[in-house]
C-alpha cells in the first residue's frame, strides 16, 4: 500500500510540473524562436525591445549587436511594431518595404516556426530583419544605413 502511494506523489509531481516552470521554459516548447509574453505593465516599446534582444540573441550575431538593433528600430519605427510610414510603403518595427515583405517573410522565416505573415508583427518583423542583416553581413547591405546607431 505504501509503495502505491508513493507510486501516486511521483506520478502527480510529475504532471504538475509544467505548471511550476516559469514562462520563458514554456515559450521556447511554443513555434519558433523568441516566443516571448508581454510582461504586466511592460510598455510596447519595452516588449519590443526585449524581442528584438532575443532575436539578435537567437539568430545573430549582427554588427554592434542587439543594442544597434534596437537603436535602429527605436529610429525607424519608435519600437512601434505597428507602425506605417505616411505614405504607407514602409511597415512595422524595422520599416520594411510593403513592397519586398512576400518575399523577405518567405526567405527569411521557417514554415515550422508558425509567424504570421504581418509586417505589423513586432516578432515576425524582428525576425525577419535580424535574418536578413545576418545574411546581408551589415546594417546598410541589408537595407538600413546605420547612422547615429554606432
Same mark, same amino acid.
Given at each position: 500500500?505504501?509503495? +502505491?502511494?508513493?507510486?501516486?506523489?511521483?506520478?502527480? !509531481?510529475?504532471? !504538475?510540473?509544467?505548471? /511550476?516552470?516559469?514562462?520563458?521554459?514554456?515559450? +521556447?516548447?511554443?513555434?519558433?524562436?523568441?516566443?516571448?509574453?508581454?510582461?504586466?505593465? %511592460?510598455?510596447?516599446?519595452?516588449?519590443?525591445?526585449?524581442?528584438?534582444? *532575443?532575436?539578435?540573441?537567437?539568430?545573430?550575431?549582427?554588427?554592434?549587436?542587439?543594442?544597434?538593433?534596437? *537603436?535602429?528600430?527605436? +529610429?525607424?519605427?519608435?519600437?512601434?511594431?505597428? #507602425?506605417? !510610414?505616411?505614405?504607407?510603403?514602409?511597415?512595422?518595427? /524595422?520599416?520594411?518595404? +510593403?513592397?519586398?515583405?512576400?518575399?523577405?517573410?518567405?526567405? /527569411?522565416? %521557417?514554415?515550422?516556426?508558425?509567424?504570421?505573415?504581418? #509586417?505589423?508583427?513586432?516578432?515576425?518583423?524582428?525576425?525577419?530583419?535580424?535574418?536578413?542583416?545576418?545574411?546581408? %553581413?551589415?546594417?546598410?547591405?541589408?537595407?538600413?544605413?546605420?547612422?547615429? *546607431?554606432?
Amino acid at each position: 500500500m505504501r509503495s +502505491r502511494r508513493l507510486v501516486v506523489v511521483i506520478v502527480a !509531481s510529475v504532471l !504538475s510540473l509544467p505548471l /511550476f516552470l516559469p514562462t520563458t521554459a514554456l515559450a +521556447r516548447a511554443l513555434p519558433g524562436p523568441c516566443h516571448l509574453h508581454r510582461g504586466d505593465g %511592460e510598455t510596447t516599446q519595452a516588449f519590443a525591445a526585449r524581442t528584438i534582444r *532575443c532575436a539578435v540573441r537567437r539568430l545573430g550575431p549582427v554588427p554592434g549587436g542587439a543594442a544597434r538593433a534596437v *537603436c535602429i528600430a527605436k +529610429r525607424e519605427s519608435g519600437l512601434d511594431p505597428e #507602425a506605417v !510610414s505616411g505614405t504607407g510603403a514602409y511597415r512595422g518595427l /524595422f520599416q520594411h518595404a +510593403r513592397s519586398y515583405w512576400g518575399w523577405r517573410y518567405d526567405t /527569411f522565416t %521557417e514554415p515550422t516556426w508558425e509567424l504570421p505573415e504581418r #509586417a505589423l508583427h513586432g516578432r515576425t518583423n524582428a525576425i525577419v530583419t535580424i535574418r536578413m542583416v545576418r545574411r546581408y %553581413e551589415t546594417w546598410a547591405d541589408a537595407g538600413w544605413p546605420v547612422k547615429a *546607431c554606432r
